[in-house]
């Protein structure tokens, strides 16, 4: 069975499927479905979650090994392939369509790949694979849909918009998803509940502010310790919430550990910023952050924004602003004790 990304949703209030295919370029898309479908089971007490990397050397027997270790256990599990060529090869099509055959009771498997020519969409084990549960598409939103996905996205988000000042969140994320859902966010942050109107929005994205929490990021990617600090500081006397900067921070955080984690795998730093669209404008800090952090720091810092989470909603003690420069020094490379001379 074939969805689209805006069915799933519905889908899944109906009941999981036992195989869930998902593929496609755009990566924000791929992600909340994955995510999606992942909630899901957790709530239909699928406790146990194996990842497997279908990568060049992986052994396809390994699949086929848990899928029938199943049976030995209670608990539901989710079984989660990712396949980034979208090529499992002469082994890989022959292991998945044997799964297809013989559906392992309690257990649902979760398949991932990336873009996909229509001759791979034609292979036996893409076909299997559909056939068996469900194949979702995250295709790429072009620029005439693009505002009606932001006006559905806002209104998710409890906010409501006129046509106006969708248009120009549009026309200011240049079709770049990620950039459009962070927009979205932050309005959400902003004016919750609310309905925005141009000005708003403008006000909002605008460049221009001193203190922005978008260039705190930037600043922090770029190495720049000590500016950050004093950034961070006029952001805490101009008013702004601590919840503000760090769903920035954290924004950019989890796209920086999938990106890590390509890297880690293989992907050159040009492949990744490509498949995750980076702006031509932010490759550069995007590029020095990658380089100057392994994968393990990028999961010790979204647990440390995940704590400052806490400490801002009280169910831990600190102080969000102190913890919110340790985190911003530590991502620049600049621990307390350092110095980097001076900045603009």
């Not at 370029?25 to 995510?35: G, I, R």
């Not at 505002?147 to 106006?164: H, K, M, N, S, V």
């Not at 979204?302 to 009280?314: F, N, T, V």
Request: proline residues 4%.
């Amino acid at each position: 069975m074939q969805l689209r990304p805006e069915q799933l949703a519905t889908h899944l209030k109906q009941g999981l499927a036992p195989v869930y295919l998902l593929w496609g370029e755009e990566t924000l898309v791929a992600q909340e479905a994955a995510d999606a479908i992942r909630a899901a089971a957790r709530a239909g007490g699928y406790v146990d979650r194996e990842v497997f990397h279908a990568e060049s050397g992986f052994d396809w027997g390994r699949l086929g090994e848990a899928a029938s270790a199943l049976s030995l256990f209670a608990d539901r599990r989710i079984l989660e392939l990712r396949i980034p060529s979208g090529k499992p090869g002469d082994a890989g099509s022959k292991a998945l369509t044997a799964y297809t055959r013989s559906l392992p009771p309690d257990t649902l498997l979760l398949v991932i790949c990336g873009k996909l020519e229509a001759a791979q969409r034609r292979a036996k084990w893409f076909k299997a694979l559909e056939d068996a549960g469900v194949s979702l598409a995250a295709w790429p939103i072009d620029g005439r849909q693009l505002p009606r996905w932001i006006g559905q996205r806002l209104q998710r988000a409890g906010l409501t918009a006129e046509p106006e000042a969708v248009q120009m969140l549009a026309e200011r994320v240049e079709g770049n998803l990620l950039a459009a859902a962070q927009e979205v966010d932050k309005l959400a942050l902003l004016y919750p509940g609310e309905q925005l109107d141009a000005a708003r929005v403008a006000e909002a994205v605008s460049d221009s502010a001193r203190f922005d929490v978008f260039g705190l990021v930037d600043t922090v990617l770029a190495g720049q310790g000590e500016r950050a600090v004093r950034m961070l500081a006029g952001l805490q006397q101009e008013g702004v919430e601590p919840v503000l900067v760090n769903w920035a921070l954290t924004r950019e955080l989890r796209s920086l550990e999938a990106m890590g984690w390509a890297l880690a795998h293989g992907e050159s730093l040009a492949a990744v910023q490509g498949r995750f669209r980076v702006w031509k404008n932010r490759q550069a800090v995007i590029g020095q952050a990658l380089q100057r952090h392994r994968l393990p720091a990028w999961y010790g810092f979204l647990r440390r924004s995940a704590r400052i989470d806490r400490i801002i909603k009280g169910q831990a003690a600190g102080n969000p602003w102190d913890e919110l420069v340790q985190l911003a020094l530590d991502l620049a490379g600049r621990p307390l004790g350092l110095t980097e001379g001076k900045t603009a």
